[in-house]
Structures are given as structure tokens and as C-alpha cells.
């Protein structure tokens, strides 16, 4: 099995009711990467940082057999930045400061050793990016994953209409799927995406948990856990992302009944993202930890 | 088995993206007990009506074998009154209008038929007023389930405090909990309040589902079921309580996986009560309908 991650590698600065933290790795290829390398391998990452990205966070990707040919470092140039802040219900944030750096050159290239990928996953970018991803590989990828956000839906509708008929499943949170849909009710909002290209739907909904709308109108559910500490919410989304397409890699199996069982995986994994700041918590994870997260996830639904 | 239910018997006055009705059947009692019948049956009624009150409407909650010997009739008087507005998020409401009428004067008499009672449910009212039901009461109920709201955590505050020592089970929203416990965390908020009584908390988060805290620090979660036609919210919350207390009524058994049960049928009633306006849609179920919703509940969180 082989997972290609398109996304962000990133430096955010961070401030929540729990601290600050000035300067910490993020983006969304380093979330969905670290998350699905605990359930899959190998994890192909593609991205761009500048050089003043730093040495340590490559090693430490590839600890994690997270592999790093397709991360472009560009020479004179600096890593994307991003600084945003949480407030007490942590379900909203404002963003303070945004530096593209890199970003406003990225060209990704995929490279050959993750060419023959069997699940791809299109962490939240320009859609015209990913579609140049999409357009590299030599034969469909048996599962197509894409990731989007209010700006392209806003921004650039037309290049992402056309991306969204090349996608299997598309995740959004639920004013995005309101906003790309025209409908407030999300049963129906749903309907409306599915119409657009992909079969099926996942709605983010953070602390509320997320559904899965599937090709046949089905609907499932995954709560997400109540914890008594929820220190950072950053990167949760693309590490719920992560869980799910390094789960259905692993097991290559992408049944709407495997997705269920997917989405019980991302949610276990985001509930640990949570835990810290940044990716921290994402580095030092257990199969015994992630055994027992699961578990609590299954007691948390299940009918005595 | 014998259920006693106290609360508010109204008309309400209701507006929604969806529609607009002047006036309608409302107010806890109603709800609640409607919601019950289905289950469980004696649903004994406490409560009070002005004489402005249609005889029609009895006549409905007594052929859904809802008794009314504790619905007083206040001569010369007008029945509660409540008028809001809902927006189309449907998660806050406003209300335009409140006349209290009776409920000023409400002194409830328990009947000596339902004194004997296995469960009691307080819908929400002014706390000494559920004191005084309790005290009513020859022996203790063996489950005694107590809904409250912002206006008596702000207000009443020490009765409030006396009758969560008397309590059970509470059910209360969100920012109820957050509100009485002073946590803004839920997990938090809700040790806090099973110590000021209730061994059980049942937090109640709309169309986010409900979650249930037990005794040892258990979380239980119930979804809610995403619905394409939301018409009115109304009366959803006490509805949801009638359906947990009209199940433990009729199984007898108060463990914590009995009410583990109970929430999913109080989450399966109160999805029925949404699709219309007022309690119309609660009027008029079939055993066949609840067990299909119920179906669709168990589908909804089945990992296949």
C-alpha cells in the first residue's frame, strides 16, 4: 500500500486559552502526514518550505517514515507562515498574521517513487495545485481524497467545480459545505456536493464530531471525544484526514462500510492532536495509546 | 410502572424560516408527556391551564393516556403564553413574548393516584416549586429526573442548589452546564455538577446530539439524527427528556446501560418533534414509526 500527501509544511504561530507558542511546525501535509504514518506506510509527502526550514523537523518526519523526496526546499526563500489565535470555545480563531513565502511558487512535483500511489490524499490547497498533482500520475490512484476551504470555494468556484469531479471523497466543515452547496440544512447540503463529483462527503464538525455521507444517501456518524483538556485545536482537521486515508490505505479496502471504520480512526487520531500544541502530540504516539484511544471511542456509543 | 411529570401546559406563539403559527399547544408538561406516552403508561400530569384552555387539547393528552386529574383548571384566568422567533440556524431562539398568567399563581397538588410514582420528572420550573412537589410525595421516587434552565441558575440560585441535592439525573444544556458549574469545559462542568447532587448529568446539545455522564466518571454519547427537513426546534428538549424517562419508566431498570437505552429513545422522540410545528407531529405517532427511527438511530453509529 503507498499514501501520496499534497498539503502545506508550515511554521505557526499560535496563542490559545493555554499558552502561546511563537514559532512551532505545522501545515496541513505535516498533520495528515504524522497522523496516517501511525496506521500506514509508506507516506509519500509532497510540499515546499524555504531554507530556513529546519533540519531536525525532516529527520523527525522520517522517523516517523513520513518520506520527504517530494519536499521541495527552496533556496533564498522561507517556509509559509501562519498566526492565528484560539478564544475560550476554541471553535472559531482569528487569523493575526499570514506570510505565503514559498507558497506563492509552488510548483509540486511528485516523485517517481510515489507515482503508483494507491490512495491520494489532496490536502487543502489552491485547486489549480492540486489538479497539477492529480495531472502527474501516470494511472488513477484507487482512491482520490480532497481537502478545500472558504477561499477557493470564494476565490476560484471554477477551478474547483472541475476538481471536485476528479475526487472519491471530499471533506469540508459545515460552513463550508453550507457556502459550496447554497443549502443551510447539511442533509441536503450533502445531496448537493455529491451532485458536484464526489460519492461521498465528510462533514468536520470539531467538537461536534463528523458525518459520512455515502453514495447511496447513507449516513454515519463519528462523535468526537469530550476531553477534560483540549489545549490546541490546530490541525486537527488535517489530522482527522490523516487518520482516515492512513487507515483506508492500510487495509485497501474503500467500501463505504471501510470508511466507517476509517472515520472511527480519524477521529481517534484528532482527539490526540488535541491534546497539545501543534503536531507535539503527534510525534510520540503508541499503538498502545492509539489501541486505547479507540477502544474509548467504541465505549463512548456503545449501547450498554 | 407509573410516571409523574410536572411542568408547563402553554400556548405558544411560534416563528421559523419554515413558518408561522399564532397559536399552538406548547409548554414542558405537554411535551414531555406526549413523548412518554408512547413508552410507558400511567403518565400522570401536574400542572396548571387558564380557563381559556380548549377542552380539545385534554381530550388529546387523555387518548394518549396522558392523565390530567393533576391539570388544574384556574378560573378566571389565562393560560402561560410564550412567543419566539427562531432563525435558520435554529440553535437560539428569541422570544418576543411571555405572559405568565397562571404560572404566577401555580401551587401544584399531586393527586393522590400518582403519589406513588417510580419516576418523577420536574420539567422545568421555578425550583421551589419542584421542591414543593417533592415534598408532596409520601416516598421517594425511585428515579427523579429534574430539567432547569439560565433563568434559575441566575435567579434562584440556592434553591437551585437544594434541589440538585434531591435529584438523580439533571438534564440541562450546554452553556446551562457551563453556566451552573462555572467550567467552561463540558468533562469539567460536568464533575462539578454531579457534586453539587445528581449522580447523573445528561447534557443536551440540539442538533449536536447529547451526552450522558455517569456515576464513574462514564461518558455516554448520543447522536442526533441529521434530519432534511427541520421545521421547528420547539419543545425538541423536553421531548428528548420524555423519551429517557418514558423508557425507564417502562423497563423498571435505572442502571446506568438502562439509561444508556433511555437516550437513545429520547434522542429518537426528539427527532419526531422537529418535523412539525409544535407537538403536531408527536400526535399522531405508530409504534412502527418509532421502531424505524430508532433503526435509523442504531444505523447511524453502526461500524459496519
Known amino acids: 500500500m503507498s499514501l501520496l500527501v499534497i498539503g502545506t509544511v508550515a511554521y505557526d504561530g499560535l496563542e ?43 529527520d523527525m518526519l522520517n522517523r516517523h517514515n ?19 489565535k484560539y478564544h475560550l470555545d476554541m471553535n472559531s480563531r482569528d487569523t493575526l498574521d499570514t506570510q505565503l513565502n514559498v507558497l506563492e511558487h509552488f510548483n509540486p ?17 489552491v485547486p489549480a495545485i492540486q489538479m497539477s498533482v492529480v495531472e502527474q500520475l501516470p494511472t488513477r490512484p484507487k482512491l482520490v481524497v480532497m481537502d478545500t476551504m472558504n ?10 467545480r472541475k476538481m471536485l469531479k476528479k475526487v472519491d471523497v471530499l471533506t469540508v466543515n459545515d460552513e463550508e459545505a453550507r457556502q459550496l452547496s447554497g443549502e443551510h440544512n447539511l442533509v441536503k447540503a450533502a445531496r448537493a456536493i455529491r451532485a458536484m463529483g ?22 454515519f456518524f463519528a462523535p468526537a471525544l469530550p476531553l ?6 490546530t490541525g486537527a482537521g488535517d489530522t482527522f484526514a490523516g487518520g482516515f486515508v492512513g487507515y483506508l ?11 466507517k471504520r476509517g472515520l472511527m480512526y480519524a477521529a ?31 465505549q463512548l456509543i456503545q449501547v450498554g
Request: aromatic residues 8%; negative net charge; contains cysteine.
Open 66 to 84: 513520513v518520506r520527504t523526496e517530494g519536499l521541495e526546499v527552496m533556496a533564498g526563500q522561507k517556509t509559509f507562515f501562519w498566526k492565528g
Open 268 to 298: 481517534t487520531m484528532a482527539s490526540f492532536c488535541v491534546e497539545a500544541f501543534g503536531p507535539e502530540r503527534m510525534m510520540d504516539l503508541t499503538e498502545d495509546a492509539i489501541r486505547a484511544r479507540r477502544a474509548d471511542f467504541a
Open 249 to 259: 490505505d492500510s487495509v485497501g479496502d474503500y467500501s463505504f462500510d471501510s470508511m
Open 228 to 233: 477534560a483538556d483540549v489545549v490546541d485545536p
Open 16 to 58: 490559545t486559552p493555554f499558552g502561546v507558542r511563537e514559532r512551532i511546525l505545522g501545515g496541513s501535509a505535516t498533520y495528515i502526514g504524522l497522523s496516517a504514518s501511525y496506521l500506514t506506510k509508506p507516506v509519500h509527502l509532497v510540499s515546499v518550505v524555504g531554507d530556513d526550514f529546519e533540519q531536525t523537523h525532516i
Open 198 to 219: 464526489p460519492k461521498i462527503l465528510i462533514l468536520k464538525k470539531g467538537e461536534h464530531g463528523a458525518l459520512l455521507f455515502g453514495p447511496e444517501d447513507e449516513i
Open 109 to 125: 512535483k511528485v516523485p517517481d517513487s510515489a507515482k503508483n500511489c494507491d490512495v491520494l490524499m489532496l490536502g487543502n490547497l
Open 151 to 160: 477561499l477557493w470555494i470564494e476565490n476560484t468556484p471554477e477551478d474547483l
